[in-house]
C-alpha cells in the first residue's frame, strides 16, 4: 500500500458519472486528496441519480434538474472536472491514458473504472428494432418513454424483475392498460422467495396489472416499423401500443477486457477495490468483488457508494478491504420494498406479520444463519434485521416471527 503522501497529488481519472463514480471523486476531495481529479461521463449531463428514472421522474413528480447528485458550482468548488458527452474509447495501462470518442487523450496516475452497466436488448431478428419499444436506463431512456405514456394506450411490459415490476406500476399511475410478461414461473424469481413474489403479484393484480408468468416473448410485431403487438411463447399475440424491456443488465467491461485487465462477470477486483493492474481501480456495478469465498456483483446504490468510498479510501493511502454490506430498495405503487443481506443458500423463509395489513416482512435462514430480510411498508423490521446482519446476530427463526418479540432485543 502507498501512502497518504505519496498519492496525495496524483491525477485521478474516473471513468464513469454515476454513483459510484461521483461518490468516489468526493470522498477523494473530502479526505482531502490535492492532485487533479477528472469524471469522465459518457452522458452530456452533470452526474445523476438514476433510480428515480423508473419512478418519480417518469411519474412527472421530479423534474430533471433535481436529478443530479450536486449543482455545477459544487463540482467547481472542489476542483472535480467534468469531461461529459465524450465516451471513453481506449484505455492504454502502459502510457497511463484515456483516449475519447472524441480524439482527445486524458492522463492519468491512478484509472477508476466505473462504467456501470447497460440493459439487456432484444435482438433484432425478434424485432428488437421497432418503434415503440423502450429501455430504462438513462435520462434519454425515460424522456424518450414518458410520452409514449398516455392514458388509454397498452403496455407490455416484459421482464417480472424490479425495474419492469416498477415501470409497470408508473406506466399504469398514467392510465396505461399493463401486461407484464415473465419468462421465468414467477415475477422475481431470481432475486427474492416465493413469498414475496406472491405479495407483489397481489399488489399488482389488485391495481389492474395482468401478471403473465411462466410465458416467454418469440417475437415483437410490427406493421410500418413500430410495434403493434407481442408474440408469446404459447401462441398467443397481445396487442401492444409500446413495450418496455426490463430483463436485466450486463457489466459495462469493454474498456477493461480490450486493455487487457481480468474480467469475470464483470471487471474483476480484490478485496481493496483494484483490478489487475495495481493502477486501475472498478467500482459499482460493473466490478466483481471477492465475498465470502465467492465472486460477486452488485447492482445497488448503497453498494456503489460503500464500494467507490472504500476505494478512495484505498486510493488515499488506507489498507482496510472492502466487506459488501447490501442492502436495496424498490418502490411500486404505494408499497415501499427495503431487503438487507443476500438470499443466496437460504433454505428457509420465515414470514412476520406488519403492523398493518399491507405491512410484512420475510427473513431469509440457512439453518440458524440470518441471511437477508425483504422488507414490505415496514422500515422498522428492515432497519433492526439489516443492523443484526451487519453486526453478526442470530436471531432465532420463531423469535423474528412472533409479532411479540421486540426486535430490538435481538440485538443484545
Known sequence: MRSAAETSNERILVVGGGQAGFSLAAKLRALGHAGPIAIVGEEPHMPYQRPPLSKAFLLGDLERDRLVFRPGDFFEKQNIELVLGSPARELD???????????????????????????????EAMGGSLAGLYYLRTIADAEALAPALQPGRHAVVIGGGYIGLEA??????????????????????RVAAPETSNYFRRLHSQKGVQLLEGVGVSALIGSGGRLVAVGLSNGAEIP???AIVGIGVSPRTELAASAGLAVENGVMVDEFCRT???RIFA????????HRGMRLRLESVGHAIDHAE????????GDTPYRAKPWFWSDQFHCKLQIAGLNHGYDGVFVRPGTHNESVSHWYFRGEELLAVDAMNEPKAFMLGKRMLEAGRLPKPEQVVDPQMDLKALLG
Open 93 to 123: 495501462p502502459k502510457a497511463r491514458k484515456i483516449a475519447l470518442t472524441d480524439g482527445r487523450e486524458l492522463a492519468y496516475d491512478v484509472a477508476v473504472l466505473a462504467t456501470g452497466a447497460e440493459p439487456r436488448r432484444l435482438p
Open 310 to 317: 472504500r476505494a478512495a479510501e484505498i486510493i488515499m493511502g
Open 240 to 242: 401492444a401500443d409500446l
Open 276 to 278: 489487475s493492474d495495481e
Open 283 to 290: 467500482v459499482g456495478d460493473c466490478a466483481s468483488f471477492p
Open 168 to 189: 409497470a406500476a408508473s406506466a399504469h399511475k398514467h392510465g396505461l392498460t399493463v401486461t407484464l410478461v415473465e419468462a421465468t414461473e414467477r415475477i422475481l424469481q
